[in-house]
């Protein structure tokens, strides 16, 4: 089970606002820094002391803290009405809702369905909407990926996490971000590829890298691209 706390440290002169995640999938100490905000990630077993984590780290996690802020500006207003676009797979798509039997992706749109509407709401439908395709396409990814790798995974599970993308378990449960349907299909198989080299390697050092690259040769730029365009995945200002 995971445990989060929030905390505040000092850092170079500068408040820094973090939590403290335990976690027992965790095989070492580490700070995630996203859009969301910095963790520290301390595995169950370990006795570790989070703000000295930090404080031998302060440099980077300013740096880091700094470029996320600069991309927090970058985050869309999202207006949940027809005619406007939604990012499905990398394209702005435009949201149209009409009369029709079901739910549908196009080349250019979205269409959903007036009467889900009408019973509930454009945001929640289109909500939902996501998470069937991402379902939908997130095990057919996987699963590819699984069989390339010869890695065996236990389950797939989709996450509404705040600040993963993803996630691998010692038990071999994959969770993904529903979220990610939004981001381009490149970006979608970088994660995946990541999540189950962790079948393999359950760290990040120079062997788990090694094992990434030969299933995404270029996935120190998948990764920077996901860093600085974190921003347009953001579903709603609840994300923030």
Not at 177 to 193: F, G, H, S
């Amino acid at each position: 089970m995971n445990r989060f706390q929030c905390r505040e440290i000092d850092l170079l002169g500068i408040p820094v606002e973090y939590e403290v995640r335990h976690s027992a999938d965790a095989t070492d100490p580490r700070i995630d820094i996203d859009i969301h905000g910095v963790t520290v990630v301390i595995p169950e077993a370990e006795d570790v002391q989070p703000t000295k984590l930090l404080e031998e780290n302060a440099a980077w996690v300013i740096e880091k803290q700094r470029n996320y802020d600069s991309y927090r500006e970058q985050a869309p207003d999202r207006n949940f009405e027809a005619g406007n676009y939604f990012p499905y797979l990398g394209t702005d798509r435009e949201l149209v809702i009409e009369s029709c039997r079901r739910h549908e992706i196009t080349e250019n749109s979205i269409r959903l369905r007036q009467c889900a509407v009408e019973q509930s709401s454009v945001k929640q439908v289109l909500e939902n909407f996501y998470r069937s395709h991402a379902r939908n396409h997130l095990t057919d990814r996987v699963d590819q990926y699984a069989n390339r790798m010869d890695v065996g995974y236990k389950t797939l599970e989709l996450r509404n996490q705040r600040t993963r993308w993803g996630s691998c378990s010692t038990n071999g449960t994959i969770s993904l971000n529903w979220r990610l349907i939004m981001a381009p299909p490149e970006i979608v198989d970088y994660l995946v590829v990541h999540e189950l080299a962790h079948l393999t390697e359950q760290h990040h050092k120079r062997e788990f890298w090694q094992l990434v690259g030969e299933y995404v040769t270029d996935y120190k730029a998948k990764a920077e691209w996901l860093e600085k365009n974190s921003a347009r995945l953001i579903f709603d200002e609840d994300d923030l």
